[in-house]
Every structure is written in structure tokens, then in C-alpha cells.
């Protein structure tokens, strides 16, 4: 997944790669400090789309894994560079719970500087190596709030350390 290459254009991917994170839980009242070892890893949903009906685009721009296909999404891949910053920056949003799974929103700025409002879907599970790597955390995808005209009605907000 590192690059795609359309043309004369390289799209790079490499932010994308799976990575750890060390979140740090301040301490609250009689509770101590704790840190969180956290496996990251981006779904092809980050820089992709699903296949509009009846759409038939080049084969270069096709992503496929075992259980879908989708569109490379040039939108979609500048946007997601933030993504590895705001992910680390994660306890520092609020946190929600909905049907789709959990997601917090973040204003970043769009190609023409524009602050668009995004919102970031995650799972947050523990990991099957737990001895190494307690969380793991899981970005599934980022959608414009309004991509369907309104944003998600979430359940009340939370930590995300209760989320998980």
C-alpha cells in the first residue's frame, strides 16, 4: 500500500502503514498515570470510495482486498496525511459512540485551505497479543460531516478512554 502510481502523479501512502502509539491517561484523583501501548492500523477506507452504480473506472484506480472493491479517492488520500497526527492527538477529542461504531470530528483544512469538519471512524479493541500490545486501534475510515447534509446524531460524548 505505500504508493499508487496514476500518470505522471505519485500518490504516496506510506502515512498509512501501521504503526504504535504510546497514549498517556493523566492521572485523576486517586488513579495514577496509565499509558497505553496501541497498535494502529488504516483501513483502505482512508483513501478510497465504495463504486458508484454503474461506474466503471480505470483499473489502475481499483482497490481491492478480500472482501470489497473500491475507488482510489484523490480527495480522500491528500486528506488523509493528517491522518497520523490525529491520531495521536486522539485523547485530546471528544469521543462518541453511534451505530456505525465510535468517531470523533476534527476541523482540518481542505486542498483549498477551506476548514471542513471530518469526522474519524475507529475501533478501538484489545489486541490478541496482549502481552506486547494491549490495544489495538483500528481507523476504518473519514467522512465530511457533510457528505450527507448533516452530521451523525452521536451518543453523548466520551472519553476516549472509556471507549475501549
Known sequence: MARLLYG????????LHP???VYVQPP??????????????????????????????????????????????????????NLPRI?????????FHTGQGDFFTVNVLDESGKAVDYEVFFKAYKSAQ????????RVRTLEMTSTQGQPLKPS?????????
Do not use: W
Not at 8 to 15: A, Q, R, S, T
Not at 156 to 164: K, Y
Open 8 to 15: 505522471p502523479d505519485v500518490y504516496n501512502l506510506d502515512h
Open 19 to 21: 504503526c504504535q502509539i
Open 28 to 81: 485523576n484523583g486517586d488513579k495514577p498515570e496509565r499509558k497505553f501501548k496501541v497498535d494502529v492500523t488504516y483501513s483502505m477506507h482512508c483513501f478510497t470510495r465504495g463504486l458508484k452504480s454503474g461506474e466503471v473506472p480505470e483499473s489502475a484506480l481499483l482497490y481491492n482486498d478480500a472482501r470489497e472493491k473500491r475507488v482510489f479517492d484523490f480527495r480522500r488520500q491528500a486528506l488523509s496525511r
Open 87 to 95: 491520531v495521536e492527538r486522539l485523547p485530546d477529542h471528544k469521543c
Open 130 to 137: 496482549k502481552r506486547e500490545l494491549p490495544l489495538s486501534l
Open 156 to 164: 453523548a460524548s466520551t472519553s476516549f478512554f472509556t471507549t475501549h
